[in-house]
């Protein structure tokens, strides 16, 4: 049988664990038809592009499939139907990818950042800094909070 990727976009208000449920009826539908589902992913709550029957984000969630083609078909009907699939994508490919997808890679080898909340790093301090009493002060003039004297004295 050919292979096949499927990936679909399920609404932003749509809970994670109805998503999971919704992925679980398209797997036992390709089943059903003689098919199999070899592996499921959930990437998660993305924003998407565009913005799609007024949604801004939505579940993206990937199928591979082993499953003969009226079978492919009869997914992607069932798609077509469900009113909180935003979007779908089924592709035909020479292999399925073992381990995890690109997305998922993507998202693990991603390099975490050091330090909590604010941390600037090593980017350095700029041209502003904190005053005694909170004002912002230029380093090349006077504080911006303070109000210069009138009449010669200070």
Do not use: C
């Amino acid at each position: 049988m050919p292979f096949y990727e499927n990936v679909f976009i399920v609404r932003q208000d749509v809970s994670t664990t109805q998503v999971e449920t919704m992925a679980t009826e398209f797997a036992d539908l390709v089943k059903a038809q003689g098919g199999e589902v070899k592996k499921t992913e959930h990437w998660g709550l993305k924003s998407l592009p565009f913005r799609i029957r007024k949604n801004r984000k939505g579940h993206y969630v990937l199928l591979n499939l082993d499953a003969p083609p009226a079978a492919v078909a009869e997914l992607e009907r069932t798609m077509r139907i469900n009113e909180d699939v935003l979007r779908y994508l089924t592709i035909r490919v020479d292999e399925l990818e073992e381990g995890p997808s690109a997305m998922l890679r993507a998202r693990d080898e991603r390099p975490r950042r050091e330090g909590g909340f604010g941390d600037r790093g090593d980017r350095g301090g700029g041209f502003r800094d904190r005053g005694e009493r909170g004002g912002f002060r230029d380093e090349r003039g006077p504080r911006t909070d303070e109000v210069p004297a009138v009449g010669g004295e200070a």
